[in-house]
Structures are given as structure tokens and as C-alpha cells.
């Protein structure tokens, strides 16, 4: 079987990593949860679109700020460097 990309070869089954440390909670807002799963951050949110949009800034609040405050650090570094 072919595709746009050439032929098509089978790969070989991949194991999924073993966890080392069970999920830990570390907020909930409405049906929403925010977890970690082997140091990652796993989000969970229901209800309406609305609900949905609501947990999800707020159980992802300080995440939101750090990102911004790295990308504005960066940005801010590079207009400096720049001249501007």
C-alpha cells in the first residue's frame, strides 16, 4: 500500500512508559481538574462552552502568567538588543 509520501511500512508496537508515581490533583474549579501524570499536566474540564473556557483559565492561571512573563522577558530582550 502506498501513500503521497511513499510506501507503507509497519512499525513496530510501542510500549507506553511504566508510571513511577500515581496522578496527583492539584486544583479543581466546577467539573474541572487540573493533574499531574508523570510530571506532566494533564487537564480535565466539562460542562458547557462557557464552564469550559472559565476552568480553563482558572485552573491554568499561573501557568498563563509565567508563559507570558518568559515571553515578554524574551520579546523585550530582543527589542533591547535590537535598539527599538
Known sequence: MED???PLV???ARRLP???RPPQTI???GQGWLEKIDGYPVLHLKG???EI???HGALLK???RENMHNIVGILGAEA???GR
Do not use: V
Open 62 to 64: 499561573e501557568s498563563t
Open 48 to 50: 458547557t462552552p462557557y
Open 18 to 20: 511504566i508510571r513511577n
Open 10 to 12: 509497519p512499525r513496530p
Open 4 to 6: 503521497s509520501c511513499g
Open 27 to 29: 486544583a479543581r474549579c
Open 53 to 55: 473556557g472559565y476552568q
Open 80 to 82: 533591547f538588543h535590537l
